[in-house]
């Protein structure tokens, strides 16, 4: 008896670990808009970049925020500096400067430059219909992240239009992560 319940509890607590973030590609999220309208969270980030690996290990691995993210978002993972095709707009973007043989950084891909990333990592919201909401640069705590994913969720950011009122929102707001 000992031992199924030992058996039960390291099942459960490896089920409670390998709780991730259901990530997908642009294109995935952009086709299940179309079926069902949700906000798309894009993690943009290179294989080189230190704060994104950190990114992955301490935020996004964090129970609220997967929790949080897999229930009011379409998730994506792009790589600012991969080949991936990004069928967007009416447009397809790709990396056509991407060398193979390159080690550590490498060409920007054209939707990452699309959006105006210029640092690693960036968080990036996008509307129900796919239109851009917002770049949001740098590395970010659970704490720290909680506050963009529920203002951009809620439309909460549509009512904030100077530094004034992002100030009040920031004072205002009451993490719970």
Do not use: H
């Given at each position: 008896m000992k031992n199924i319940l030992l058996l039960f509890l390291l099942l459960t607590i490896g089920t409670v670990?390998?709780?991730?973030?259901?990530?997908m590609t642009m294109n995935e999220a952009i086709a299940a808009q179309k079926k069902t309208p949700k906000k798309i969270f894009m993690d943009v980030y290179t294989t080189w970049c230190g704060p994104c690996k950190m990114l992955d290990k301490n935020t996004f691995s964090d129970k609220e925020v997967i929790e949080y993210v897999n229930k009011n978002y379409y998730a994506v993972k792009f790589n600012a500096e991969g080949t991936e095709k990004v069928d967007y707009q009416d447009f397809v973007y790709t990396n056509p400067n991407y060398d193979p043989a390159r080690k550590g950084r490498n060409s920007q891909h054209l939707f990452a430059h699309?959006?105006?990333?210029?640092?690693?990592?960036?968080?990036?919201?996008?509307?129900?219909?796919?239109?851009?909401?917002?770049?949001?640069?740098?590395?970010?705590?659970?704490?720290?992240?909680?506050?963009?994913?529920?203002?951009?969720?809620?439309?909460?950011?549509?009512?904030?239009?100077?530094?004034?009122?992002?100030?009040?929102?920031?004072?205002?707001?009451?993490?719970?992560?």
């Open positions: 670990n390998s709780q991730e973030i259901n990530w699309a959006m105006k990333v210029t640092a690693y990592p960036t968080v990036v919201f996008f509307r129900e219909n796919g239109d851009l909401i917002q770049a949001v640069p740098g590395y970010r705590t659970p704490p720290q992240l909680e506050i963009f994913l529920k203002m951009i969720y809620s439309d909460d950011y549509l009512e904030i239009i100077t530094a004034e009122a992002w100030e009040e929102y920031q004072k205002n707001f009451k993490p719970t992560f």
